[in-house]
């Protein structure tokens, strides 16, 4: 029995001592992209080109690297896989900013860099508008703030900063900036501009808003039986013709 026991714990201290050996060989392997062992951020302009280099270091054997856009894998061609790895984005735009690319390990996938796309661009709002609305409507005025820095808005009536009033509504979120106008007036009328500055420029649009004269408005039943009423009155005309050509053809001939 004391034997059994004895094999038993000298079987559990070879596994102990196996693991811990491979753990330290998987752990023994160090990453690095561009020459950073540590995740970091890159800043860099649309329309640039950037390479990745993912290098495995402190390893005696083959290492299989993987590469991820998000959680998404990356397709590698096979001599583009073992102990260094190249990956190329271009050209970058807007939309990949904040997008991280991560080389991992292939065999401990908790081994890994990642690099977070620093997309530095300024803001543009878009063109002018011209906008007839009629008195008593409401009536939204829309600015594209996206910018990255996240740029400083302003909204501005007749080239002076905007007063808001209670009938006044601004909005914004990291990408849209608007102020919305509610039931308007005749003193609304004039231009509204729109100003996003950030430290990678600036931009402005503006809105040049006609408030128009209240349309009259007809009661729906009124015109309803102004319609019946012409609709019968044709028709009693229609009728009437009718039986006159009808007398007229049935009369004799003298």
Known sequence: MMAQRSRLAASCRVHVLVLCFLAR???GVELSVNNHNDDFTLPISPGSLVSLSCLAQNSSQAEELLWYRGDGRVDLKDGNKVNISNICISPVSESDNGVAFTCR??????VQVSVVLDVRFPPSVGE???IQIEEGKDVTLVCNAKSNPQGQTAWYKNNAILTLQDHYQVYQTSEVFQLSIKKVQKSDNGTYTCEVKSSCGDSSKD????????????????VIAAVVVVTITVLFGILAQKEKIFKVW?????
């Open 25 to 27: 060989v998987a752990t």
């Open 128 to 130: 002018d508008e011209s």
């Open 250 to 254: 049935n009369d004799p001939v003298p």
């Open 105 to 110: 390990l292939g065999r401990d996938q908790s």
């Open 207 to 222: 809105f040049h808003l006609i408030v128009e004269d209240k349309k009259p408005v007809f009661p729906k039943e009124a």
